[in-house]
């Protein structure tokens, strides 16, 4: 599985920005994708995931009803939409997909910088 994001960039407080993830590959076997961050000296959090059968989402707290994950299986991705950006939104953004069988994968990651 090969994972490509874009979207990132650099926008202002209160701005919005779209990422996308597009999966290539073994895409039948995943079952779960989802979107990881890391900040400058932090650890590497998730921020959304989206389950492949259901389209089930789950989110961090510091992001709900602010970021809106949501796939499009027809064509092999997956987007997150953020809203009402802060600065400490900053971060490294990883797309993640994880097979049936635990197999996990990462994406080259896209840089999201929000200044205030």
């Known amino acids: 599985v090969q994972l490509v994001e874009s979207g990132g960039g650099l926008v202002q407080a209160g701005g919005s920005l779209r990422l996308s993830c597009a999966a290539s590959g073994s895409t039948f076997s995943i079952s779960v994708m989802g979107w990881y961050r890391q900040a400058p000296g932090k650890q590497r959090e998730l921020v959304a995931g989206i389950s492949s059968d259901t389209g089930g989402t789950n989110y961090a707290d510091s992001v709900k009803g602010r970021f809106t994950a949501s796939r499009d299986n027809a064509k092999n991705t997956i987007n997150l939409q953020m809203n009402s950006l802060k600065p400490e939104d900053t971060a490294v953004y990883y797309c993640?997909?994880?097979?049936?069988?635990?197999?996990?994968?990462w994406g080259q990651g896209t840089q999201v910088t929000v200044s205030s």
């Open positions: 993640n997909a994880v097979t049936a069988w635990g197999a996990r994968y």
